[in-house]
């Protein structure tokens, strides 16, 4: 099943509504779809390196959006999604993403964005516990934008030779980043906390 959906977003990225696409996948993906954008973004870039820079812009907007749909899922329907998720594949990774907001609160979603783990189960999860809203937005924006720049940005230098290369090392690029992230993170609350 999800082979089949992996080539049907692939083929959007050829259609001449492929922008379009672009952006239905992006906000159904924040929040409900297995498909990320990435796998429909690098193609785009591939094919029109031009508008790589609009690629990635539409692909954040869209995405974002797409987190706040999440996010209202979490905050008004979670007692109605909780025994489908506690079923689902998405459980174990939900969990790890309360662990996360308890230890990392607004840096959470913005880790999230780089994270080889479903923006989707952050969103919902920031709604379920009821994180401010507007740091949710904000952490939203720049986390998930980052993240597509960086992948239209790779791919605009690099090339079709890239996007192998980039499919293939993805997670560990994703995780690296988010190490990267902690250990900042956890640096900044150290040296915070040793001043005051």
């Known amino acids: 099943m999800f082979k089949k959906l992996y080539d049907k977003v692939i083929s959007w990225s ?20 297995p498909i990320p954008p990435d796998v429909m973004l690098a193609p785009m870039v591939l094919a029109e390196q ?9 692909t954040t907007i869209a995405s974002v959006l797409g987190g706040m749909l999440g996010y209202a899922i979490g905050f008004f329907a979670f007692d109605m999604i909780q025994p489908w998720l506690e079923g689902s594949h998405y459980w174990d990774k939900y969990q790890l993403a309360e662990q996360w907001f308890v230890s990392w609160g607004f840096w959470a979603i913005f880790i999230a964005g780089f994270s080889p783990i479903p923006y989707k189960v952050f969103t919902i999860a ?5 994180m401010m809203f507007l740091p949710f937005v904000i952490a939203s924006f720049v986390g998930r934008g980052l993240r597509f720049f960086l ?10 030779r890239f996007e192998t290369k980039l ?9 690296s ?3 990267l992230i902690i250990m900042a993170i956890a ?9 005051v």
């Open 177 to 179: 980043v988010v190490v």
């Open 167 to 175: 499919r293939h090392y993805m997670d560990i690029i994703g995780w």
């Open 126 to 130: 920031a709604g379920a516990l009821s």
């Open 187 to 195: 640096l900044y609350k150290l040296l915070y906390v040793a001043a």
């Open 50 to 58: 031009k508008k790589a820079w609009q690629f990635a812009l539409i």
């Open 151 to 160: 992948v239209a940005g790779l791919l605009y230098w690099g090339g079709e």
């Open 14 to 33: 050829k259609h001449r509504h492929a922008e379009k696409y672009l952006a239905i996948l992006s906000f159904t993906e924040s929040s409900f779809f």
